[in-house]
């Protein structure tokens, strides 16, 4: 048994290492071999899909290039450009780990295992994935995608969720990269394509589709490196929980699954747990411009994100009158419903009602640990995703009453918005007038 699985160990590494090299998908932060951004991309990648952390990994790159800028940041920013991938708490240890890396390693990125793992949340997958990736070691990686490539191939029945499955699939995960690495002391080839070809093929991996044709890479090829990634690449790509396209997978020769018509088997995971719904009710109050909005404190879910002010309610609860009276401290003049959110939050199911609520004169200024905050203070603070949603609305909402702009200064006296004309193409310079819904008799050009 353990020769079979040495056998197949060693046909599958050049399988997948000449797939990923013509298939592997051209990514931002595959064109670097920077630990930091790797990391960076490790961390978001365990949130969301690959297209949704494109943009965030950029911005977050464009905005925190290194490690040190990372520790420096304030607490707002970095919850701000983390604003919307859920599960702040990842993006709080990367920041406690940015600043353990540059108080005890001097802003060096860890190269042991070790070391890694004593940061906050790094654990084994993220060790293995920037060791490998960033610093082509033989560490294994495993995470969903490359469970139900390895249960697949190697056709593994039990649950991979239990100790001693996890176990064997962690051994399985390191006999393939320690297969893909290089050999301990491999002879260098000489240089073609002079010295400074020989810079840019370093520290970087460049586009892996147009890869340059120097004889210096056949001896340095980050094997390791394009190993795990392609395990990770045929999960997220070919091999899917759902419909997996066997017919275009370069090792489904050597797959117990397809060759078992398992496939739709395994991985054998639990069910899911059920869904619990939850209800709670928002409230956008108004007061000059200005909307009170609360921090949520430390030690729970999404400590130190901002809020608008909401409450927990039964699924049936009706009298929203009566909740908003508890949090204002003042009963609303009137209440209208504003959207309905819904979301999933691990294994709860959401529904968020907003209201904006209208409170007569002397609508109590405090609210408990909230401020009253300006649009553009708004936009400056990090928000929950759903409550990212209200702000988008309200935004959306003054950027339409913004260019809805009174017939000033002729109708001023009116206070009333002008009616649009329609906008005819072949008449523009009429079109372009604004009529008065007074009909004061005033055509104003806007
Ligand atoms: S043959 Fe199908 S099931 Fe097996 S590894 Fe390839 S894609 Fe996955």
């Known amino acids: 048994m353990a020769k079979q699985i040495a056998s197949k160990v060693e046909a599958l590494v050049p399988a997948l290492l000449n797939w990923f090299q013509s298939n592997a ?19 978001m990648l365990q949130q969301t899909q690959v297209k949704t952390v494109i943009p965030y990994w950029r911005r977050w790159m464009r905005e925190l290039p290194t490690v040190q800028s990372l520790a420096g940041a304030r607490r707002e920013k970095v919850l701000k450009l983390w604003e919307g991938l859920g599960y702040y708490t990842r993006a709080k240890n990367l920041q406690k780990a940015a600043r353990m890396i540059v108080d005890r390693h ?47 191939l190697f056709g593994i029945a039990e649950n991979p969720r239990e100790k001693k499955t996890g176990a064997t699939l962690w051994g399985l995960a390191e006999m393939l990269v320690r297969q893909a690495a290089p050999p301990p002391h491999p002879v260098p080839l000489p240089l073609r394509g002079g010295e400074g070809a020989r810079r840019a093929g370093e520290g970087e991996v460049r586009g892996l589709n147009a890869r340059p044709k120097l004889e210096v890479e056949t001896a340095r090829e980050p094997t ?9 690449e045929l999960g997220a790509t070919i091999c899917t929980p759902r419909q997996p396209e066997c017919s275009l997978c370069p090792v489904r020769k050597h797959c117990i699954a397809f060759r078992e018509n398992r496939v739709a088997d395994l991985p054998n995971l639990d069910q899911q747990a059920a869904l619990t719904e939850r209800r709670f009710v ?37 009298d929203i009158r009566q909740l908003a009276e508890r949090l204002f401290g003042a009963r609303p003049r009137s209440l209208k419903p ?36 300006s649009l553009n203070q708004l936009r400056n603070r990090a928000f929950p995703s759903a409550h990212g949603k ?55 050009p806007r």
């Open 338 to 373: 504003l959207l309905r959110i819904r979301h999933s939050i691990t294994r709860y199911r959401i529904t968020l009602d907003v209201f904006r609520a209208e409170f007569a004169d002397g609508l109590p200024r405090t609210i408990q640990a909230g401020r009253w905050c």
């Open 224 to 232: 390791c490196s394009h190993f795990n990634q392609a395990l990770m």
């Open 25 to 43: 998908r051209s990514l931002p932060w595959r064109r670097t071999r920077d630990p930091y951004a790797i990391w960076i991309s490790e961390i």
């Open 106 to 152: 001097g802003g060096r990125f860890p190269e042991k295992y070790d070391d890694l793992v004593a940061l906050p949340g790094i654990g084994r997958y993220t060790a293995g994935a920037v060791l490998s990736i960033a610093f082509n070691q033989p560490a294994p990686v495993l995470d969903g995608n490359v469970i139900r490539v390895l249960t697949r």
């Open 390 to 444: 209200i702000l988008k609305n309200l935004a959306t909402e003054a950027e339409r009453r913004s260019s809805d702009k009174p017939c000033q200064p002729t109708c001023q006296p009116h206070g009333l918005r002008p009616a649009r004309l329609p906008v005819s193409p072949a008449d523009s310079a009429i079109a372009i007038e604004k009529e008065c819904p007074r009909r004061c008799g005033r055509i104003v």
């Open 282 to 318: 928002a409230f956008v109050a108004e007061s000059r411009g200005r909307f009170p909005v609360r921090q949520r404190p430390a030690g729970v879910v999404n400590a130190h994100l901002w809020e608008f002010p909401n409450v927990e309610v039964s699924l049936d609860h009706r």
